[in-house]
């Protein structure tokens, strides 16, 4: 049972456009970690999160962990073809429990 | 190329036959993690390592899976008299413990089709 909900998902916009893609859960998170994924290969770490309210960019792309450490958001300004791919969010609950648990993902397409 | 790799990158085999997979993780990192990804679904956790101790199993992995890191190093998964449910992505992904956070790199997978 996936206790991470991600949504939309699918997103296909066009060139140019903006996009937020959400990850909640009922569950508190130690930290949370958002990933991209390409057909046939694994996912490719974007950031981490871990403070409550903490925002991170990474160029066209802002993450905000919620305040109480349940979600989280990805923000995308002027999405370009090449930000297509598979978005997927990943959380632990610390301690001694390392896994990850993941969302199933945002798919998003940017048409040119 | 000093990331998590894996291989073979593509199996095919057919009902019944035991398969293979290796993963070597970055090579400072004492953690090392096995994902199952089916289509349509994120990874879902099977097993982790932390130097060679195995440390904990998912349900997902039955009887007739087993995982090793011998030397806490390299890993190894096999999967014994495969089914056609097996079919799926094997990710493999390392971390370094002693950290605030404990982010974990990806292989870029083994895709498994079992015929």
């Known amino acids: 049972t996936q206790l991470l909900e991600q949504s939309p998902q699918f997103l296909s916009i066009q060139e140019g456009e903006n996009l937020t893609v959400y990850c909640n859960s009922s569950?508190?998170?130690?930290?949370l970690q958002w990933y991209r994924q390409e057909p046939g290969e694994g996912p490719v770490l974007l950031v981490t999160v871990v403070t409550g309210g903490e925002v991170k960019k990474l160029k066209r792309l802002t993450f905000q962990f919620g305040d109480a450490r349940k979600d989280s958001s990805l923000h995308i300004t002027a999405a370009q073809p090449g930000d297509t791919g598979l978005y997927l969010c990943a959380a632990s609950r610390g301690g001694s429990n390392y896994k990850l648990t993941f969302g199933k993902g945002t798919l998003l397409t940017v048409n040119p | 190329d000093t990331g998590v790799s894996q291989d073979p990158r593509h199996k095919i085999t057919k009902r019944g036959q035991n398969v293979t997979f290796r993963c070597d993780p970055i090579?400072?990192?004492?953690?090392l993690y096995w994902y199952r990804q089916t289509l349509g679904q994120g990874p879902e956790f099977l097993t982790y390592?932390?130097?060679?101790?195995?440390?904990?199993k998912s349900r997902l992995l039955s009887d007739r899976f087993s995982a090793e890191r011998p030397k806490g190093s390299f890993s190894t998964l096999e999967i014994q008299r495969t089914e056609q449910g097996d079919s799926a992505m094997y990710l493999c992904?390392?971390?370094?413990?002693?950290?605030?956070?404990?982010?974990?790199?990806f292989g870029p997978g083994t895709r498994l089709t079992v015929l």
């Open positions: 569950s508190v998170f130690s930290s």
């Open positions: 090579s400072e990192h004492n953690r």
């Open positions: 992904a390392s971390s370094l413990s002693g950290r605030s956070t404990d982010t974990q790199y």
């Open positions: 390592f932390q130097n060679e101790a195995q440390l904990e």
